[in-house]
Antibody
Framework: EVQLLESGGGLVQPGGSQRLSCAAS????????MSWVRQAPGKGLEWVSG????????YYTDSVKGRFTISRDNSKNTLYLQMNRLRVEDTAVYYC?????????????????WGQGTLVTVSS | EMVMTQSPATLSVSPGEGATLSCRAD??????LAWYQQKPGQAPRLLIY???TRATGIPARFSGSGSGTEFTLTISSLQSEDFAVYYC?????????FGQGTKLEIK
């Protein structure tokens, strides 16, 4: 059974940093691209960042480029999102999502499994 | 960034009836389109990928169609558990992007 368990959310001040983790199990982690997708309170879904299965290629939406860094440790089956220079508008539930297509080299496409999310609140 | 526009924003339908949800891309995404269902307090669930392929375990009453810039999600004979918010998502271009969602509510 595929499981994705996010952690690391919480309250952080504007300009601060936070590191999210996603522990994966139940599938060959290194064979799949992974993504972070966020949802602000009462709003829709926003794809934030993705990484290919090998970890060699990373992808970001424009609003987080230069502030967020996605990475993965395939030996630990864990995905990370390092968030720096956080803004109030980054407040959201952050979901870890597994790609639906098996490839070590291609970036994220669509998402067939999702974690339950971790809430990041950026506020003074 | 590609813009995905869903319509209507809210759709009121009676149980047992059918529903048609639309998604439009501002440029062609070929067939690289997925649909998700999200219920309150839950993570999204994949319904359709490749514009028309049902994901594992998705009932046959869900069907997707379209290519290029115009896509449709059709739900036949709505069940109580189908009332939720539905999102389309393109994976043809970077960054990946979602529509703003259609809320399917009980009439």
């Amino acid at each position: 059974e595929v499981q994705l368990l996010e952690s690391g959310g919480g309250l952080v001040q504007p300009g601060g940093s936070q590191r999210l983790s996603c522990a994966a199990s139940g599938f060959s982690f290194s064979s799949y691209a992974m993504s972070w997708v966020r949802q602000a309170p009462g709003k829709g879904l926003e794809w934030v960042s993705g990484i290919c299965g090998s970890g060699d290629s990373t992808y970001y939406t424009d609003s987080v480029k230069g502030r967020f860094t996605i990475s993965r440790d395939n030996s630990k089956n864990t995905l990370y999102l390092q968030m720096n220079r956080l803004r109030v508008e980054d407040t959201a539930v952050y979901y870890c999502a597994k790609d639906g297509y098996s490839s070590r080299w291609y970036g994220p496409r669509y998402f067939d499994y999702w974690g339950q999310g971790t809430l990041v609140t950026v506020s003074s | 960034e590609m813009v995905m526009t869903q319509s209507p924003a809210t759709l009121s339908v009676s149980p047992g009836e059918g529903a048609t949800l639309s998604c439009r891309a501002d440029q062609s995404v070929s067939s690289n389109l997925a649909w998700y269902q999200q219920k309150p307090g839950q993570a999204p669930r994949l319904l359709i990928y490749g514009a028309s392929t049902r994901a594992t375990g998705i009932p046959a009453r869900f069907s997707g169609s379209g290519s290029g810039t115009e896509f449709t999600l059709t739900i036949s004979s709505l069940q109580s558990e189908d009332f939720a918010v539905y999102y389309c998502q393109q994976y043809n271009n970077w960054p990946r992007s979602f529509g703003q969602g259609t809320k399917l509510e009980i009439k």
